[in-house]
């Protein structure tokens, strides 16, 4: 009868084990991507994007390409981040990817004002 008892337990436990693993998987992991952009809308390049992780508060960051875009993937769907850029001693604006936001992936714009 505890031979039962532990294999019903063993069993139980590696079906929620796979469960949680089914729903932390690759489907249900965030992208998010956009551009940098100047006061007249034209891309920043080798601006510096910070992404933080507002659970951990760790921060990642991506260099922009020549037309200004970034990305960011496998992010967890069940986290806020905080997102900006930097290009010159110059900031944009917090925007913020929420943990309420179903979408798979999103795209957001950064701007900043430059003094050229």
Do not use: C, W
């Not at 910070?50 to 970034?70: F, Q």
Request: charge should be positive.
């Amino acid at each position: 009868m505890l031979r039962n008892h532990r294999l019903l337990l063993v069993t139980v436990l590696l079906s929620a084990v796979l469960a949680f693993a089914a729903e932390q998987g690759e489907g249900s992991l965030r992208v998010v991507s956009g551009r940098v952009v100047d006061s007249q809308d034209q891309p920043l390049h080798k601006a510096v994007v910070h992404l933080k992780n507002t659970k951990t508060l760790a921060i990642k960051t991506y260099i922009t390409e020549p037309d200004g875009s970034y990305r960011f993937s496998a992010l967890a769907p069940n986290v806020d981040y905080e997102l900006y850029a930097e290009y010159q001693g110059e900031r944009s604006g917090a925007k913020t990817l929420s943990a309420f936001d179903n979408r798979k992936q999103v795209t957001l714009t950064l701007k900043i004002k430059t003094s050229k």
